[in-house]
């Protein structure tokens, strides 16, 4: 995982440039961190060998923890208050077993680092001059994620496995509402949908094996904002 640490720590920095560059601008700029539960769909794992037809398989995955960041800022005064952007980082894994299917895949491995340019939305309500853009917001965000991966496939029977580190495009979309608790600070309940395919290969038993997956995730994340106005 050290890649994996060292794109945090890089998009971290990101993170706070992005927060610190649009101080600069005429915008209500905000931080979120957030944590929460990743449930997971049941891919079909579709097995391409050479010199060997096309095999399909089940897998299934369980529920695990998913964390991550996010900066950005509201164009309120610009009166464009219900609009706003941000960059989301976050990281999420699964390990997907065999379910079914008349392939050799025995388990496969999913680390994942979505980065994320959001365009977001949101409705102020409860308004009072202590929360000028809403003591209770409902929001929504989506953007097309950059995620990078880290996939292995490991096979049965001592077949070997595949192993693939890189990047790929997918889809982000997320909605929730945000409470004030304090004029700066709130606390938010949001839903989340993640899309990305991943396509390892490598060699089993001396043969070209191409291992291809879409993968779909349900996430459940709890955080707490502060917005600098």
């Known amino acids: 995982m050290k890649r994996v640490r060292m794109w945090s720590a890089a998009v971290a920095a990101g993170l706070l440039a992005v927060v610190l560059w649009s101080g600069s601008v005429s915008a209500e700029v905000f931080f979120d961190l957030y944590g929460g539960a990743s449930s997971f769909g ?11 037809a096309r095999e399909t398989e089940r897998g299934s995955a369980d529920t695990e923890v998913t964390f991550g960041g996010r900066g950005g800022y509201w164009f309120d005064r610009q009166g464009l208050r219900w609009l706003g952007v941000a960059l989301d980082i976050s990281y999420f894994e699964a390990e ?3 379910e079914g299917g008349t392939g050799n895949v025995a388990n496969v491995k999913v680390q994942t680092l979505p980065i994320t340019p959001l365009v ?3 409705l102020p309500l409860l308004e009072s001059p202590q929360h000028p853009n809403g ?30 580190s890189g990047a790929t495009i997918g889809l982000d979309f997320r909605a929730g509402v945000a409470y004030e608790f304090l004029p700066n600070w709130a606390a938010f309940v949001e839903y989340r949908f993640t899309y990305y395919s991943v396509e390892p290969e490598g060699r089993v038993d001396d043969r070209k094996t191409q291992v291809e997956a879409d ?6 994340l709890f955080g707490i904002s502060y917005r600098f106005r």
């Open 215 to 220: 993968f779909d995730a349900h996430h459940v």
């Open 120 to 122: 977001m939305l949101r």
């Open 96 to 98: 997907y077993t065999r």
């Open 42 to 52: 049941d891919p079909d794992f579709t097995v391409t060998r050479e010199g060997r």
């Open 135 to 164: 003591q209770l917001q409902l929001y929504t965000g989506a953007g097309p994620g950059i995620f990078i991966l880290d996939t292995t496939v490991r096979f049965r029977s001592g077949a070997g496995e595949v192993s693939e």
